[in-house]
């Protein structure tokens, strides 16, 4: 998968944050506590949103630790944030559409990304659904039209999907239709029969010409769930 086909935690809005979270199911209260807490350890100062953290908080903790005050170097620091819990980190086992599938923040979300716009040709159905709002049904004909052909603008959109029509005024300016990020995540999975568990490796790969392979692995995550 692209990494333009997440957003980049470092440079989404707060408004376009808070849709998300919101959207990924957290309740009004929980949701204001992640968002500003976020918010809180990007920023370069020490004052904290009305929901959200900073130093006094996470040195009171039993093993404490100081806020970032800056842009995340990885997207598993979200886990040291106020209100970022592993289950909406990794993802909680949600029936969606029929299907059973994990909803997390790792799934969305991406340091690597050129920004909130969303590549259309390299998203998953879950970021159309929880960032773009588009309904589990339409995702599935934009997947079906996609591996036939790629999307070459907002109209070759609407032309093959004509039930985008409906969504593209309010979000076609978050969606663009070709990748400007070199980086892509690699992922692979297994399940094991007897215990049911799942475990799996993720690497996240630069495409680069001077490199002598012509990639560069950035990320190797040895345990992925």
Avoid: C, H
């Avoid at 199911?25 to 929901?51: F, K, Q, T």
């Avoid at 980086?183 to 094991?192: G, L, M």
């Avoid at 790969?205 to 012509?214: H, L, M, T, W």
Wanted: proline share 3%; no cysteine.
């Amino acid at each position: 998968m692209g990494e333009d086909g997440k957003i980049n935690i470092n440079m989404v809005s707060e408004t376009f944050l808070r849709k998300i979270i919101g959207n990924m199911g957290l309740e009004e209260e929980a949701r204001d506590v992640v968002v500003d807490s976020i918010m809180d350890w990007r920023d370069p100062d020490d004052l904290y949103r009305l929901n959200g953290a900073e130093n006094d908080y996470y040195q009171s903790l039993a093993d404490p630790y100081y806020s970032k005050d800056g842009n995340l170097d990885s997207i598993e620091e979200l886990l040291l944030v106020r209100g970022v819990t592993r289950d909406l980190f990794y993802g909680k086992m949600k029936k969606e559409d029929g299907k059973t599938e994990r909803v997390g923040l790792k799934d969305i979300f991406s340091i690597y990304a050129s920004g909130e716009q969303i590549d259309i040709n390299s998203t998953s159905p879950l970021v159309m659904r929880m960032a773009l709002g588009i309904p589990g049904e339409v995702t599935r004909l934009i997947i079906k039209a996609r591996e036939e052909k790629r999307f070459e603008n907002q109209q070759d959109l609407i032309q093959r999907v004509p039930e985008m029509s409906a969504f593209i005024g309010e979000i076609g300016r978050l969606i663009v239709y070709q990748p400007r990020s070199p980086y892509y995540t690699i992922e692979s999975k297994a399940r094991s029969q007897e215990a049911g568990s799942v475990r799996g490796l993720k690497a996240i790969v630069k495409i680069d010409g001077r490199e002598k392979k012509g990639y560069k692995i950035i990320q190797w995550i040895d345990a992925v769930w």
